[in-house]
Nanobody, 118 residues
Framework: QVQLVESGGGLVQPGGSLRLSCAAS????????MSWYRQAPGEERELVAT????????NYADSVKGRFTISRDNAKRTVYLQMNRLKPEDTAVYYC???????????WGQGTQVTVSS
């Protein structure tokens, strides 16, 4: 059974930091590119960051470049999103996403809430 379980969300003040984790099971993690998406109330879901597989290359949305860092630990089957200098506009539900080139269907986590507010 495929599972992506996010953790690490919460309430943080502007300028603060959070680290999200996504633990994967039920598929060959190292073969999948991993991404973080987010969705704010009333907004469409947007891609935040992606990291490729064996020789990880990371890409970021312009809105988070320089503040967020995506990383992966294939041995732990976990992908991370380090979020620094958080802004109120970063408030959203953050979702973990897995996709392989050979697979038609991606996998989604259930989401974790991040709220940036004073």
């Amino acid at each position: 059974q495929v599972q992506l379980v996010e953790s690490g969300g919460g309430l943080v003040q502007p300028g603060g930091s959070l680290r999200l984790s996504c633990a994967a099971s039920g598929f060959t993690f190292s073969n999948y590119a991993m991404s973080w998406y987010r969705q704010a109330p009333g907004e469409e879901r947007e891609l935040v960051a992606t990291i490729t597989t064996q020789i990880p290359v990371a890409n970021y949305a312009d809105s988070v470049k320089g503040r967020f860092t995506i990383s992966r630990d294939n041995a732990k089957r976990t992908v991370y999103l380090q979020m620094n200098r958080l802004k109120p506009e970063d408030t959203a539900v953050y979702y973990c996403y897995a996709k392989a080139d050979f697979s038609y269907y991606p996998y989604w986590g259930q989401g974790t809430q991040v709220t940036v507010s004073s």
